[in-house]
């Protein structure tokens, strides 16, 4: 199957700093990219579809200003988390698609202190 | 009432057993069936896809889709212990802003004991 990569694995920050997530399609380019957060023996969430060349579509109650993401390549999008705070403390995880289906990052662990 | 309905268990089974997982949903604009595995700390792994109604094996695993009772199952005959895993369903319709956009079901936490 096709290979999503993200880096960093994990992260501990303190709190009013910022944390940026790469994510990466490495067989394949993908012209759409999500993100989403899962939090303990829950779901995923979506918080936003990121589309090559143009502004994220992000899901109602996600501010765009505290999650900012940019998808410069077609095998790359990053999440910047601005001004973390511990609430943010979550495992993010990417997905990028093919024609049909998508592909999961193995998560970013996002500890805030 | 949520688009997608799976119970989250726990499930518990001997190895060997057969394990039957399913989702209800409510959307019938759903076309693209898939479920996937997770293990702790790590991302969705994806196991099975299906488009529209029917079958589909791949090894131990099976994926059923019912369209007219807009139901789903995931079927793994002579579980092991690695089987152990949350398994999620998931689905799309795939139709204009929606491309590609997933729902998700809840997730079923699934423990295969030696």
């Known amino acids: 199957g096709a290979v999503v990569s993200q880096h960093p694995s994990r992260v501990i920050c303190k709190s009013g700093t910022s944390v940026k997530i790469e994510c990466r399609s490495l067989?394949?380019?993908?012209?759409?990219m999500f993100w989403y957060r899962q939090f303990p023996k829950q779901s995923l969430m979506l918080m936003a579809t990121?589309?090559?060349?143009?502004?994220?579509?992000?899901e109602q109650g996600v501010e765009k200003d505290k999650f900012l993401i940019n998808h410069a390549s077609l095998t790359l999008s990053t999440l910047t988390v601005t001004s973390a705070h511990p609430e943010d403390s979550s495992f993010y995880i990417c997905?990028?698609?093919?024609?049909?289906?998508?592909?999961f990052g193995p998560g970013t662990r996002l500890t805030v202190l | 009432q949520k688009e997608v309905e799976q119970d989250p268990g726990p499930l518990s089974v001997p190895e060997g057993a057969i394990v039957s997982l399913n989702c209800t949903y409510s959307?019938?604009?759903?076309?693209?069936f898939m479920w996937y595995r997770q293990y702790s700390r790590k991302g969705p792994e994806l196991l099975m896809y299906t488009y529209s109604s029917g079958n589909k094996e791949d090894g131990r695993f099976t994926a059923q889709v019912d369209k007219s009772s807009k139901y789903i199952s995931l079927f793994i005959r002579d579980s092991q212990p690695s089987d152990s895993a949350t398994y999620l369903c998931a689905m799309s319709d795939q139709r204009g802003t929606s491309y590609g956009k997933l729902t998700f079901g809840q997730g079923t936490i699934l423990t295969v004991h030696p």
């Open positions: 959307n019938s604009a759903f076309q693209y």
């Open positions: 067989d394949f380019q993908a012209t759409t």
């Open positions: 990121s589309n090559e060349g143009s502004k994220a579509t992000y």
């Open positions: 997905s990028a698609t093919t024609r049909d289906t998508q592909y």
